[in-house]
Structures are given as structure tokens and as C-alpha cells.
């Protein structure tokens, strides 16, 4: 009999071991020669289960049997045998002399005689995920105070076992997550709150290039862009910059946070994307430039025609119609133009302008429309002058093209809020309409060039050049700042950007 101190130190021995390893293989093996060394057994073995009761892996305290044998004496153990008992009865059972037990089945290989056995189950909430088996060749070796022993030991087995399960769960997991991103074709970093690099998948070790994880950004070349960009994006509410990276190619960056980590950054490369945008650009400036002159003469004439006396009603509505076609097509002409001057970084010559007085000196040029189309406009602007380091003309351009869209697209009657702010070194600019909105999918394209919004041109029945909106964002952005756009269909839009205040504090 082993005395009950003897047991809860040996319980508690088996529980302190089992906790010092997570490793699947290590925590069996513990288990099984403990127990088979506390109960002084003969031999011992353990059989890890899966849900259905089939058995996943064994550990037998006898290695000298092939796998087709002990596979086949453990289905047979499990069908009729003192293990299948335990199974099917979810507790521990003690077959104290195996030759009068009818629930011991002999092996037909089995040379070594067992006199005595017990097995008891691994339970972890209600489900059995293993059986130890303990055998002896001595009849009657094995007790009650055995059977407790080996249950308790069980006990604490069975928490380390789903312990060790989790935790290859995890790993396994992590090791899969790493493989992915590690096969993906773009760089991929992971670095934590202190700009370290934690993680680089191999197309980002080649192309940065990294030779090792654990530096600081400031350590890459160009790292100190990243950072840049990084920093960026931690205050926008888009999540994707473009950054040019020290060998000549473009990157998009994106970035996620990763709570308790860091953040996540990936780097596609646009490098062919923007040469073909600037081939593009280039391919349009020139057609558009070889269209200016025939174009103005074409209009010329027209204006000639339309002072001739005798031109007939029909005569004169088609020379209206050539008039307005041209006027259209010199509009596009001038924006496309106008687009790939700033594009191209030709923005005129920098001085500081204050925005407030822009925004005054611009409203009045829609004073015409506003009254035909009995619109409110209202102004929130500062009383002191904000100065924004810029070209003029510009930005104006910025404040004409929004108050322009929320007059054109306004219902008859609306209401149109003209705003400006400072927010810490920046001023943000904002103009809201109470026109037709513009649903989310089509948001994303508002500012692409030539894009319009087709339900906005039904519902308004307005034209345009769709070239509006990518003038602004390219000015804006010139300037190192952003634009945005907030609406819901039926509501109406705000077109907003912010620009960096001059002088930066
Ligand atoms: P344009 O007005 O010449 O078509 P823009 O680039 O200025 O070109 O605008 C692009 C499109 O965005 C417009 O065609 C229109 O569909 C939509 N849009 C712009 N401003 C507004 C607004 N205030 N309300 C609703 N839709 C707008």
C-alpha cells in the first residue's frame, strides 16, 4: 500500500515536471516514466486519442515490437481489452488478477506475463484523450492505492497534454502564418513600436536589402523613408503612401497595426505603373498641346460666323452647337494641360499666401450661379490670416474646383458651407453641399482622373470634365498635403484637404 503523503508528492512532482515543457513528445514521455517509476510497474504505455476514440499515437514502455504489431494489439485492446473498458466507462478500472478478469484479452505475442494491470483514463472537460495502461507480472501487485495514484497522476497529465496541444496549436499556426507571408511576392516587414524590424519576409531581405531581423529601421537603407511614411500613416485615415525608394523604384506602402506588436508594413512596387503614368501624361501633353492651336482657330472662325447677318435660325443653332463642343473640348484641354504642369512639379513660384483671403477673393466668381440656382452659401472662416506656402493661382484653383462642384451639383435651393480651420500645423479646408451625395463604392475614384460619378450626372443632368477633382488632389498633394471626401447618397458631400500652415512651427 503506498501511504497517501507518498501520492500527493508524487502527484505533485509529476505536476511540477509536466509544467516545466510545452513539447508534445517530452510531456508524454515524462509521464509515462514517472508513473511507471512511482508505481514501480513493469511495464507501462500511453495512447494519445483522437475524438472518436482512435488511437493518434502511442508510447509503450516495450520499443522492441514492430509498429503492424503493437497497431494491431491496440485495436485489439481498445475493442475488447481492460483500455476499451476504460474508454467506454470514462473511469479507471483495476484488473487485479488479469487470469480471472474476463475484460483482460492475451496477446497472442505477448511473452511477458501480466499478473496484474490497471489503466486509467487522461480526462480533460469530460473528454478522454488518453489512457495509461500500467502493467505487472505479479498477480495482485497492483491496489486500489495504485489505481489512485496513476488517476491523479492522469489528472495533471491530461491538463499538460491539452496545455502541450495549444501550444502546438499555436505554433503550428504561427509557423503556417509565417510561411505565407514569407512566399509573398512583395516585401512584407514587421516592426514593433520602436521602429525595430522584427519580422522580414525574403522578398524584403533581398530587396532592401536586409541582411538580418532585430536592426532599426535607421539601420536600412532608405529605412529612414519608411519611418517617414510610417509616421505618416499613423495620423491618416488612408492607409497607403507612395514612397521612392533610394534605387529609383516607387513602393506603395501600406500598413496594419498589430496590437501588442507593432505594425505590419507592406511594400508593393509600382515602379512600371508610374512609368507607364508618366508615358501616359507625357503622350496626353503632347496631343494636347498639337489640339490647342487648330482648336482656338476653329473657335475663332466661329465667333466670325456668328456676327454674319444673314445666317439662317438653323444656320445659327448649329454654330452655337460647334461653339459650345469647342468650348468643351478647350475646357478638357486646359485641365489636361493644367494637370500635367502640376503633375510634373511645375507649380509656379512658392510664397506664402494666406488661405482666408483666397477663399474671399474666389467666392465671388460663383456669386452668378449661386444667385440663378437660389443656393445659401455660408462661410466659417478664421479671423486672422492663415498662411499656407503655395503658388497662388493654385490655390485658388483648390477653393474654386470644390465651391464650384457643390454649386454645380446642387439642387436648386441648397445649402452650401464653406469652412476653414487650423488644426495644429495644418489648416483644413472643407466645403459641404446638401446635393445628391455619392454612394461609398464610388468614392474610392472620386479624384482619378476622367472619373465621374454616373448617378451624380443623372440626378443633376450637369457636365464636367472629370479632371477637376485630380487637379486639386495633385496640387494639394504637391504641397505635402491630402484631400478627402466625405458623403452619403442623399445627404450630400464634403470635399475636404488639409495643407501645411507656413511657417511650420
Ligand atoms: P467634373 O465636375 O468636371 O465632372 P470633377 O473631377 O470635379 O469633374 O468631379 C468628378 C466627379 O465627381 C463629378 O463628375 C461628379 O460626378 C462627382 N462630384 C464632384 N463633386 C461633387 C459634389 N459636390 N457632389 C456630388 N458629386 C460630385
Redesign the pocket.
Known amino acids: 500500500m503506498i501511504a497517501y503523503t507518498t501520492s500527493a508528492e508524487t502527484v505533485y512532482t509529476v505536476a511540477r515536471q509536466l509544467n516545466t515543457s510545452l513539447d508534445l513528445d517530452e510531456v508524454l514521455g515524462k509521464v509515462l516514466s514517472l508513473t511507471v517509476d512511482a508505481t514501480g510497474a513493469s511495464r507501462g504505455s500511453l495512447f494519445l486519442l483522437d475524438e472518436e476514440g482512435r488511437v493518434l499515437r502511442q508510447i509503450l514502455a516495450r520499443p522492441d515490437q514492430s509498429p503492424e504489431v503493437s497497431e494491431r494489439n491496440v485495436n485489439t485492446v481498445m475493442e475488447v481489452g481492460l483500455a476499451g473498458w476504460v474508454y467506454r466507462h470514462q473511469y479507471g478500472a483495476l484488473a487485479a488478477d488479469t487470469t480471472i478478469d474476463e475484460r483482460w484479452v492475451r496477446l497472442p505475442d505477448d511473452d511477458e506475463i501480466t499478473g496484474s494491470a490497471l489503466v486509467v483514463p487522461l480526462l480533460y472537460q469530460e473528454r478522454i484523450n488518453g489512457l495509461l495502461a500500467l502493467h505487472h507480472t505479479q498477480v495482485r501487485y497492483f491496489d486500489e492505492s495504485h489505481l489512485a495514484l496513476a488517476a491523479g497522476i492522469a489528472g495533471q497529465a491530461a491538463i499538460a497534454l491539452e496545455n502541450a496541444r495549444l501550444f502546438t496549436e499555436v505554433k503550428e499556426e504561427r509557423e503556417s502564418l509565417f510561411k505565407l507571408i514569407n512566399g509573398m511576392p512583395i516585401p512584407v516587414l514587421v516592426v514593433d513600436r520602436a521602429d525595430q524590424v522584427v519580422l522580414a519576409n525574403q522578398s524584403a531581405r533581398q530587396r532592401l536589402p536586409l541582411k538580418q531581423v532585430d536592426v532599426s529601421l535607421d539601420a536600412v537603407t532608405g529605412g529612414e523613408l519608411l519611418k517617414e511614411a510610417l509616421e505618416e500613416l499613423r495620423q491618416r485615415v488612408d492607409t497607403r503612401i507612395e514612397v521612392k525608394w533610394p534605387d529609383g523604384r516607387t513602393y506603395n506602402v501600406s500598413t496594419s497595426d498589430v496590437p501588442k506588436v507593432g505594425a505590419v508594413v507592406a511594400m508593393d512596387d509600382i515602379t512600371h505603373l508610374k512609368e507607364l503614368d508618366a508615358m501616359k501624361s507625357q503622350f496626353v501633353e503632347t496631343v494636347s498641346h498639337d489640339l490647342k492651336n487648330p482648336l482656338g482657330v476653329m473657335l475663332g472662325f466661329a465667333q466670325l460666323l456668328e456676327s454674319e447677318k444673314n445666317l439662317s435660325e438653323s444656320g445659327q443653332a448649329s454654330l452655337q452647337g460647334i461653339k459650345r463642343s469647342g468650348q468643351h473640348m478647350q475646357?478638357l484641354i486646359t485641365?489636361l494641360l493644367d494637370l500635367a504642369r502640376i503633375e510634373a512639379g511645375i507649380a509656379g513660384t512658392l510664397a506664402p499666401h494666406d488661405l482666408v483671403r483666397v477663399v474671399l477673393e474666389t467666392l465671388p466668381d460663383f456669386a452668378l450661379k449661386i444667385e440663378e440656382k437660389n443656393l445659401h452659401l455660408t462661410t466659417d472662416l478664421p479671423f486672422e490670416r492663415v498662411k499656407v506656402l503655395a503658388n497662388k493661382v493654385r490655390l485658388s484653383q483648390i477653393v474654386s474646383?470644390?465651391v464650384?462642384?457643390?454649386v454645380?451639383?446642387?439642387f436648386a435651393g441648397g445649402e452650401i458651407r464653406v469652412k476653414l480651420v487650423r488644426k495644429d500645423g495644418s489648416v483644413v479646408f472643407s466645403?459641404t453641399?446638401a446635393?445628391?451625395?455619392?454612394a461609398p463604392a464610388?468614392q474610392a475614384q472620386?479624384?482619378q482622373?476622367?472619373?465621374?460619378?454616373?448617378?451624380?450626372?443623372a440626378a443633376?443632368g450637369?457636365?464636367?470634365?472629370?479632371?477637376?477633382?485630380?487637379?486639386?488632389k495633385a496640387i494639394v498633394e504637391g504641397y505635402g498635403g491630402r484631400v478627402w471626401?466625405e458623403?452619403e447618397v442623399g445627404q450630400?458631400?464634403t470635399?475636404g484637404c488639409v495643407l501645411p500652415i507656413y511657417p511650420k512651427k
Do not use: C, H
Open positions: 475646357n485641365d474646383n470644390y464650384g462642384n457643390a454645380k451639383y446642387s466645403v453641399d446635393g445628391p451625395g455619392i464610388r472620386l479624384f482622373k476622367f472619373y465621374r460619378v454616373p448617378e451624380v450626372g443633376t450637369e457636365q464636367g470634365t472629370g479632371l477637376g477633382l485630380s487637379i486639386v471626401v458623403s450630400g458631400s470635399f
